[in-house]
């Protein structure tokens, strides 16, 4: 190094390209979004705000007909500071993008709302923090299980009716059901003229099963003071887990003073056939926990409740479970308006 520096041409290295302009939320900009944004841009809006947080590969899957037309359209929204945007570090090649709702975004839903941007509770350090939490994982997998239902009924099979109805956050259910229970979700399947509802419980192998069959007890107490019967889904990364969290369950599901209350079923994400062109939890992949040891049949999400005759088919009452009136802003219909009749 002595003897032989290094040149200082060597030094210079690649020139920094110069960063993107990003458009400033001032009013002037939010009269250009006025005539700029779409039907489908302010649906993505809302997900943004109802689920915190979805990648790039998520919202191509809910909105776009292909990747290339996603990517362009999201860089798009971010130049104009209606999302924001970050690279979670990955030990093992790229992580895809991940959006968050940005201020000229959140200005624009607390307009269409009749509130202000304090109102509706938007704070974009708050926002961003996503990006650095535990949880992020866990959000996002519960968010990409939604997605796939989504894009399965995006793509359905000749002949096929399907959509999903309703699609709540783990935020959301929190703020109804906190108090004794709190699902990583909500949802709604609907095939031909049937429906089915559902909490999920998505497991991601980090927390002890006991823990995950103790919260068997809050959903029976839910179960008898609302007087509505809503079968629990719980999704294990693997076989040999579900074994495991199945015979756990089981021992807490009979001591319940009402198991019919609560209709369980468990799936795992091994049983997904990797070659299908639209792997979802809509595949037959349920196993009621009630079901028979010999000749238990794995079960499709629109054929549970032929296991469950007890349990009534979802009433019309615009997504909300307990059939009431939300308390804050409504949940954005999970179908996007290219794709679905507009709510």
């Given at each position: ?87 979670p570090f990955v ?52 968010n990409e299980w ?198």
């Amino acid at each position: 190094m002595i003897t032989n520096p290094t040149r200082q041409r060597a030094l210079r290295g690649h020139k920094a390209s110069r960063p993107t302009p990003r458009a400033a939320n001032t009013a002037e900009h939010q009269a250009v979004l006025a005539w700029r944004l779409t039907p489908r841009d302010k649906w993505i809006i809302r997900m943004l705000w109802e689920h915190r947080v979805l990648t790039s590969h998520q919202i191509t899957a809910l909105a776009f007909p292909s990747f290339r037309s996603g990517r362009m359209r999201l860089r798009e929204l971010w130049t104009w500071g209606v999302v924001d945007r970050f690279q979670p570090f990955v030990t093992v090649g790229t992580a895809p993008m991940h959006y968050v709702l940005a201020p000229a975004g959140a200005t624009v839903l607390a307009a269409e709302e009749g509130l202000d941007v304090k109102e509706m509770g938007y704070r974009h350090d708050r926002a961003f923090a996503v990006a650095h939490s535990l949880r992020l994982a866990h959000m996002v997998g519960v968010n990409e299980w939604f997605t796939a239902l989504v894009a399965r009924a995006r793509h359905p099979e000749p002949g096929e009716q399907v959509a999903l109805t309703a699609w709540w956050s783990e935020t959301r259910c929190a703020r109804h059901f906190g108090d004794l229970v709190k699902p990583d979700g909500y949802g709604r399947w609907q095939h031909r003229n049937q429906g089915i509802e559902w909490f999920l419980e998505y497991d991601f192998g980090t927390e002890p099963l006991t823990k995950l069959a103790g919260k068997l007890a809050g959903y029976a107490a839910l179960a008898q003071g609302t007087g509505i019967t809503t079968p629990l889904l719980i999704w294990l990364p693997t076989t040999r887990r579900e074994a495991a969290a199945r015979r756990l369950l089981t021992r807490a599901w009979r001591e319940l003073d009402d198991p019919r209350g609560v209709p369980v079923a468990t799936a795992t994400a091994e049983l997904l056939n990797p070659e299908a062109a639209h792997p979802s939890p809509a595949d037959a992949v349920w196993l009621p926990l009630d079901s028979p040891r010999d000749g238990a049949r794995r079960r499709a999400l629109s054929a549970l409740l032929d296991a469950w005759p007890h349990v009534s088919p979802p009433a019309d009452s615009n997504g909300d479970p307990l059939n009431q009136p939300p308390a804050s802003m409504p949940p954005p219909y999970p179908m996007p308006p290219s794709a679905s009749t507009p709510r």
